[in-house]
């Protein structure tokens, strides 16, 4: 279930022993939000961010994606395990993270069942989660299990903020009244209130904004790209540090545009091609023993101060 | 077969035609197929007559749904799903994948 009202106060104990999260491998990818320009840190770099991490420590939250529950095609019979097993690794890091957001496609093809499902796994983990819907997330007849369930306090089609650890968080919802021939989709509505949610904020206010397509044009032959999200950057120039989490593409890709850090995160469910490398986007069937080396989660980290933003991507496995 | 029995096959085809032709009809309505495949619509522009019938079906692990603005809207396509459209009126019919919108197709209707 989603909650959209964190205070600092309760997350005081969470933002300690980031050492533990860092040196954390199996998983994600995992996040530093330190007050500067973020950036990410490859598994190669982790022994690096560990130490880094020794230093007195910040909040530390997850992020899971993609993890459509109900498919099971020949790319991965059992999307519901490989779920259950990303849970499994969190629930087996030495120090919980403060909360987990989900960017979308929590379900394959919106059935009840799924969602039914899904939310069985996720709460195994016992975070508060915090979710913006994918375009599988909205395949029902009457488009409501997805706002019923997870959208309670949210504007719209489900966008919302808010602050947890010094940080602000927004959830934008690009899956809606998508235009034929074109990408992802904020709209006017959307657009609006996030430049009132965001006027008046100060502008060292870390700001990390989460949605499920990118928010930035990742490849558009595949549609991996938001038409509208321009404006939406607009409105966070002069932010200091500017952090975007996205899923739909089922890979790590991450860009860094001045003070803004583009990021991808894994699916728990099944890879998908790089961009170009294939006919087109879609399940993409690996070697059994290969899977959980392209399946994951992340996880950030923040910490108040002069040093960057790391993230860390880990995969399930290897 | 004997004169009678022809003229009668004759007959019993006349009263078949007729029952199957609407007036403005076609004399032979026809059910063309789109595949889906690599989410991508083949064939990607199709010319049919007014009366045919057009049947997409998704050979994608992933699902797709069609629409066409105010026209027509298929439900959520799953593998192997299949969705029909009767055109009933001559015209182009664009139609895009309301799940990946960059897939678009177009049939003309004439």
Redesign the interface.
């Known amino acids: 279930m989603s909650h959209h009202d964190h205070h600092d106060e309760e997350r005081g104990v969470s933002r300690r022993k980031v050492l533990e999260c860092m040196t954390w491998a199996g998983t994600g990818v995992l996040w530093t939000i330190s007050g500067g320009v973020p950036r990410s840190l490859g598994l190669v770099d982790a022994a690096k961010a560990a130490e880094k991490a020794a230093e007195p420590a910040g909040m530390t939250f997850l992020q899971i994606s993609d993890s459509h529950v109900g498919f099971d095609k020949p790319a991965n019979p059992n999307a519901l395990g490989t779920l259950e097993e990303a849970i499994g690794k969190i629930n087996a890091m030495p120090k919980k993270p403060s909360f987990m957001i989900h960017t979308g496609d929590i379900s394959h093809l919106s059935k009840a069942s799924e969602f039914d499902d899904a939310d069985r796994i996720i709460s195994q983990a016992k975070l508060d989660v915090h979710y913006v819907p994918g375009e599988h997330d909205f395949l029902d007849e009457e488009l409501k299990f997805y706002k019923e369930r997870y959208g309670k306090g949210t504007m719209g089609a489900g966008w919302y903020s808010f602050d947890a650890g010094g940080v602000h968080f927004v959830g934008l919802v690009n899956v809606v009244n998508l235009k034929a021939g074109g990408l992802g989709n904020l709209g006017t509505e959307q657009l609006e209130w996030l430049e009132g949610d965001l006027k008046g904020r100060s502008k060292s206010t870390p700001v990390v904004v989460f949605a499920h397509i990118p928010l930035w044009t990742v490849y558009p032959e595949w549609g991996w790209g938001t038409e509208d999200s321009a404006k939406a950057l607009d409105y966070l120039k002069g932010f200091g540090s500017v952090t975007v989490l996205n899923g739909h593409i089922h890979q790590v890709m991450q860009k860094v545009e001045g003070n803004v850090t583009f990021h991808t995160a894994r699916s728990t469910a099944f890879p998908q091609p790089a961009p170009g490398t294939a006919p087109s986007p879609g399940p993409m069937k690996v070697d059994a023993s290969k899977l959980r080396s392209v399946l994951g989660i992340a996880s950030v980290n923040f910490k108040m101060g002069d040093q960057p933003l790391a993230i860390i991507d880990t995969p399930l496995q290897g | 077969m004997t004169l009678t029995a022809l003229r009668s096959l004759g007959a019993s085809l006349a009263v078949a035609a007729a029952l199957l032709l609407q007036p403005g009809a076609p004399a032979h309505a026809e059910t063309i197929t789109v595949s889906i495949d690599?989410?991508?619509f083949t064939p990607t522009e199709l010319k049919v007559k007014v009366g045919d019938t057009v049947t997409w079906t998704n050979h994608?692990?992933?699902?797709h749904?069609i629409?066409s603005?105010g026209k027509f809207r298929s439900?959520?396509m799953?593998?192997d799903d299949s969705f029909s459209f009767t055109f009933a009126a001559a015209g182009d019919y664009?139609?895009?994948c309301?799940?990946?919108?960059?897939?678009?197709g177009m049939i003309k209707v004439e």
Not at chain 2, 60 to 63: A, E, F, N, V, W
Not at chain 2, 98 to 104: E, G, K, W
């Open positions: 690599n989410f991508t994608d692990d992933i699902p749904a629409v603005a439900k959520t799953d593998t664009k139609y895009f309301s799940l990946h919108p960059h897939m678009t």
